[in-house]
Each structure stands twice: as structure tokens, then as C-alpha cells.
């Protein structure tokens, strides 16, 4: 008896944002009670929802941002289908697996061992779990849409789903007894990259896009550059305790590359010269910003700083990125301060390490206690998102940080080593309130 389940298939009819919205049964089910008042992740799914409130049941098990429907929605952006391209279609898993080393032009002797399907499920899992823990709800829906309508068009963006997918189940593993099991996702992992990154560098280095049907899609380009962030993040997230004591720059340099990661999407977009104004990537470059560009803010001065960095820098009304190597950071970190913890608000922290990583890397370099101490306030903030991908690195680079700033003289950093050390959960309001002030 041959096992089916639902896959998400290249649909030939459509062109991307013209998402087709049909099914057809995977198997035979039984007659349920249909949950007309779920939410919108357990809608997403297809899954019965037990409409408890403010969170579901298995929203508050998968950690999801869970919502529930209005009578009409505000933003017109919250009618894109979760599932473009998503048909479920009555395959035999080896049929399906074929149609997988086909287009990835591989043969079962170039995979990494295990089951004949696993391929069909990291895709599955990817869609239906992996792409829920990237951040909020709009960028979770952009990836599903992009990946959805692009991953059988591009070869690289299938091996890179598929790595952190296969990433994504190792660490659900990890203090399970299934030795084999991770021993393989990790084989699947590393094989997948590897040929997923080589195709998209050989992408990235074509001067011009190729005319015709096979011409540059930015969507997919950009899902393949988060992508690459998701997985720097994943790989280098162990550092020693004492790390930043070594004297070699390596543990300063990983701490750089991975926040020069974020910065990719601005570079996608200098190298090949591409609009991102027509892209369904809009509103998640939008949410790294304001209306008012708090978060852009070069303003000199220091109206605005919180006094007690002011006085840590030695700042003053003459100040300027110019004339002050942590003016800049401290401008971009300000506005992170007053955010709500957690991954709604990960477009913006992750737009501060883009922005501010050249800035940072002559001072991280020397060790700069005031440096460090700004870059672990981030770390803190980065570390309250709580996701698979990014908590390990935040928390371990922060610690490390912190045990290196911890003997410090200056009094100030020692009062201001507190919040990275409870990784953002002490109290900061004192900060904006100093005797004097």
C-alpha cells in the first residue's frame, strides 16, 4: 500500500501572483466537525482549531503568532493566500521523490542517505512548519508565498529549502535518542547547502539577467538571501565562554560575518540592480522602518539618546557619526529599546545588524569595551525573539561578551552589563533618568 500526503507542486497554469486556489482530496477522511471560527494559523493549515483565547491551543504549543479573523480585514495585504501553488494532489511518494532528483538534476547516489521520501517531506515540513518560525506573520506569509511559487522554477532555492528544513528537524531532535535520524538530517543539511549556495553564487555572478522566461526573479532571490542569513545564524551558534580572551580574531570575525549576513538584501539589490518596488517583498522591507524613520535616524546631537550611553561615549550636542565612532550605533540602537519583545519585531533588529555591521568591525576588532557592551544590548534584544535559528547564537555571543565586559573597571559599564546579562529581562528605565538629569 503506497502512502500519500500533501506536497506542494509547480502549478504550470499561473504566473507568479496569480495563485491558484483549488483541492482535491489526499486520501479518503473521515466526517469532522468543521471549526468555522479558527484561527488564521489553524485555517492556513487545514487543521481543526480549538478557538481558545487570546491564543490557541496549538499556536501556544508551536509558539505562532496567533490571530483571528475579523469580519473584514484593514489591510489589503492580509488577503494574500497563505498557500499559492499549494495542490493536493493523490502522489506515490517514489513518483514524487523522482520528480524531486529530476529537477535538482541529482540521483540517489549524490543525496545523503535516509528514506526514499525525505526529501518530499523537508519540503513538506518547510512550508508547513519551518517558514512559521522566521518572524511575524507577514514575512512567515511571504516566504510560504515566494517558495510556493518559485522552488520548482529554481534549483538553488530548492536545495536551500530543503538544508533548513532539514536544519529546522535536527534541532527539534536534539535531545531525543535518535541518533541515525540526526546523523542523516545533518548529511541532508550540509549536502543541500552545499549545492544550493554554489547555484546561487554562479546566479549572483551573471552580470545580466538572462532575457526570456528564464529572466531574474527577485522574489526568489531574496528568499534564498534570507535564507542564507537563517542558516549563517543556525551553523555558528556555540561559542565558548571565554571566547573573546583567545587572542586570535576568529570568534570577533564570526561575530561580524554573521551580522554582515543581514545587510544582503540591500547588497542583492546594488549587485543586479534590481526594483524592489514591485515585489512581494515590500511590506517586510517596510517593517524594518517607521513612517517617521526612527529607525534610520542619523540626527547629530543627542536629543533623544538615553543619558546614561551619552555618558558612557562621551557625547554632547557636537556629536556626530563623523566625529564619534558610537554616536551611529547608539542612534540605531535607541529605537530597538523601546520595541516589544519578541518576533514581531525581528525585521528591525536584524535591519540594525545590515546597517551597523562596518561600523562595528574596527572597534570589535580592538576589543572596544564601549563596542562590545553596545553589541550586547542587541544580542539581548535578538536573544528575546526565541526562535530555533537565531536564540543559541544571540544567547552564547552575548554571554561571551558579557563574561569578558564582567571585569571591567568603569563603573558605568558594570551598571550598564546588567540587562545583556539577564538577556533584556532587567529593568532599563533608569536609563533615561540619571541623578541630575
Known sequence: MQ????????????????????????????????????????????????????????????????????????????????????????????????????????????????KPNDSIRALDHFQNTTCHTFGGDILSRVMHAVVGANVWQYPYLMHMVLAVSAGHQKRLLESTSQRKRLHDLGLAEATHWHHGLKMFQEELAQSHPPPGPERFDFDAMVAAMFLTIVFTFSMDDQHDID???????????????????????????????????????????????DDAGSFTNGQDGIDGLPPAFVQLCNLDQTSSSQTNSYH???????????????????????????????????????????????????????RQVDE????????????????????????????????????????ISWIWHLDGD
Open 3 to 114: 502512502s500519500t500526503f500533501r506536497v506542494t507542486l509547480p502549478n504550470t497554469e499561473s504566473t507568479y501572483g496569480q495563485y491558484v486556489n483549488r483541492q482535491q482530496l489526499v486520501a479518503s477522511r473521515r466526517s469532522h466537525t468543521k471549526s468555522r471560527g479558527g484561527c488564521v494559523a489553524c485555517k492556513r493549515r487545514r487543521i481543526k482549531c480549538d478557538e481558545s483565547r487570546p491564543r490557541c491551543t496549538r499556536c501556544q504549543r508551536m509558539t505562532l503568532d496567533c490571530a483571528y479573523p475579523s469580519s473584514a480585514s484593514s489591510s489589503p495585504y492580509e488577503q494574500v493566500p497563505i498557500g499559492p501553488t499549494t495542490v493536493s494532489r493523490n502522489l506515490a511518494v517514489d513518483v514524487a521523490q523522482s520528480s524531486v532528483l529530476e529537477f535538482l538534476g541529482l540521483d540517489g547516489g549524490i543525496l545523503p542517505p535516509g
Open 243 to 289: 571566547a573573546l580572551s583567545m587572542d586570535d580574531d576568529s570568534f570577533v570575525d564570526s561575530i561580524i560575518n554573521t551580522m554582515a549576513s543581514t545587510g544582503g538584501f540591500r547588497a542583492l539589490q546594488a549587485i543586479r540592480e534590481a526594483p524592489s518596488h514591485g515585489s512581494i517583498w515590500v511590506p517586510v522591507f517596510s517593517a524594518a522602518d
Open 328 to 382: 551611529a550605533i547608539l542612534r540605531h540602537l535607541t529605537p530597538l529599546l523601546s520595541l516589544k519583545p519578541g518576533q514581531q519585531n525581528m525585521n528591525k533588529l536584524f535591519a540594525f545588524g545590515g546597517r551597523l555591521h562596518g561600523k562595528f568591525r574596527p572597534l570589535l576588532l580592538r576589543k572596544d569595551l564601549r563596542a562590545l557592551l553596545l553589541l550586547s544590548w542587541w544580542l539581548a534584544l535578538l
Open 388 to 427: 530555533w535559528w537565531v536564540r543559541n547564537w544571540a544567547r552564547t555571543t552575548c554571554s561571551s561578551i558579557v563574561t569578558y565586559l564582567s571585569t571591567a573597571s568603569d563603573p558605568k559599564v558594570q551598571a550598564l552589563l546588567v540587562f545583556p546579562a539577564t538577556f533584556g529581562t532587567a529593568d
